[in-house]
Nanobody, 117 residues
Framework: QVQLVESGGGLVQPGGSLRLSCAAS????????MGWYRQAPGKQRELVAT???????NYADSVKGRFTISRDNAKNTVYLQMNSLKPEDTAVYYC???????????WGQGTQVTVSS
């Protein structure tokens, strides 16, 4: 059974930082592209960042220079370091895994991030 379990969300003031984690089980983690997506109220889910390896990352323009995605294959975990947070970053953040070869896709349950003073 595949599980993606996010953690690290919460309430933070504008300009603050949070670090999200996503622990994966039930998949061969190192052959999956991992990603973070977010969905704000009334909006569609959107890409935040993806990582295939430390030299293969992709970011949404809105988070470039503020967010950093990383992965630890030994721990089957992907991280999202979020700095200089803005109110418009408020959303439910979801972890995603896509098989590099198989293309099967899995989602976590989401973690709420709220940026507000």
């Amino acid at each position: 059974q595949v599980q993606l379990v996010e953690s690290g969300g919460g309430l933070v003031q504008p300009g603050g930082s949070l670090r999200l984690s996503c622990a994966a089980s039930g998949i061969a983690f190192n052959i999956y592209t991992m990603g973070w997506y977010r969905q704000a109220p009334g909006k569609q889910r959107e890409l935040v960042a993806t990582i295939r390896s430390s030299i293969s990352t992709n970011y949404a323009d809105s988070v470039k220079g503020r967010f950093t995605i990383s992965r630890d294959n030994a721990k089957n975990t992907v991280y999202l370091q979020m700095n200089s947070l803005k109110p418009e970053d408020t959303a439910v953040y979801y972890c995603n895994a896509v098989g590099i070869i198989s293309k099967d896709s899995y989602w976590g349950q989401g973690t709420q991030v709220t940026v507000s003073s």
